[in-house]
C-alpha cells in the first residue's frame, strides 16, 4: 500500500511540474496597489519604491515610454531640476537607474518579460525604457 501510495505521489509532483513546465499563458493583473501573477501576489518582490515605475511600464507596453521626467513625478520627485538632456546634468538619473536595473532582475527571475533601453544609450533619459512582456505573459489593467 506504502509503496502505490508514494508512487501515485510521484506520479502526481511529475505531471504537476510538467503542467507547470507547459504552462504558456500566465496573468499579470495590475491593480492599485497589487501586482498578482496567477492570482499569486507578487507585490513583495518589489522593492516599495520601483511599485509606481513597475505598474507604469506593465501598463504602457507600446507607449509612452519611461522617461527620466516622467519616472521622477512617480516618485514624487520636483521635476523642475530634471535636465534630462545628459545623465550628468540630471541629480536624480543614478537613483532611477538604480531602480530600473532592481526592477530588470525582478522582472526577469518571474520570467514576465524584460525592460529594455533605447538603441542608443544616450538616448535613456529623453527616449525612456519600455517593458516587452514575455509571450506567455498578458498585463491585465485592473485598476480602479
Ligand atoms: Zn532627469
Known amino acids: 500500500m506504502d509503496t502505490t501510495y508514494s508512487i501515485s505521489g510521484y506520479v502526481f509532483l511529475y505531471l504537476a511540474n510538467l503542467n507547470l513546465r507547459r504552462k504558456t499563458s500566465r496573468e499579470l493583473l495590475v491593480t492599485d496597489d497589487f501586482f498578482l501573477l496567477d492570482r499569486l501576489d507578487i ?3 518589489f522593492n516599495p519604491k520601483t511599485i509606481a515605475i513597475a505598474r507604469f511600464l506593465f501598463l504602457n ?10 519616472a521622477q513625478s ?4 520636483e521635476t523642475d531640476s530634471c ?7 540630471c541629480p536624480k538619473y543614478k537613483y532611477l537607474y538604480n531602480r530600473v536595473h532592481e ?36 498585463v491585465i489593467d485592473d485598476r480602479k
Open 103 to 138: 526592477l530588470k532582475r525582478v522582472v526577469g527571475a518571474l520570467r514576465l518579460g524584460t525592460i529594455i533601453d533605447p538603441n542608443k544609450r544616450r538616448d535613456i533619459l529623453t527616449e525612456g525604457w519600455r517593458f516587452v512582456p514575455d509571450t506567455s505573459v498578458s
Open 74 to 77: 512617480l516618485l514624487g520627485n
Open 43 to 45: 507585490t513583495p518582490l
Open 83 to 89: 535636465n534630462c538632456s545628459k545623465a550628468t546634468l
Open 61 to 70: 507596453t507600446e507607449a509612452p515610454r519611461l522617461t527620466c521626467k516622467t
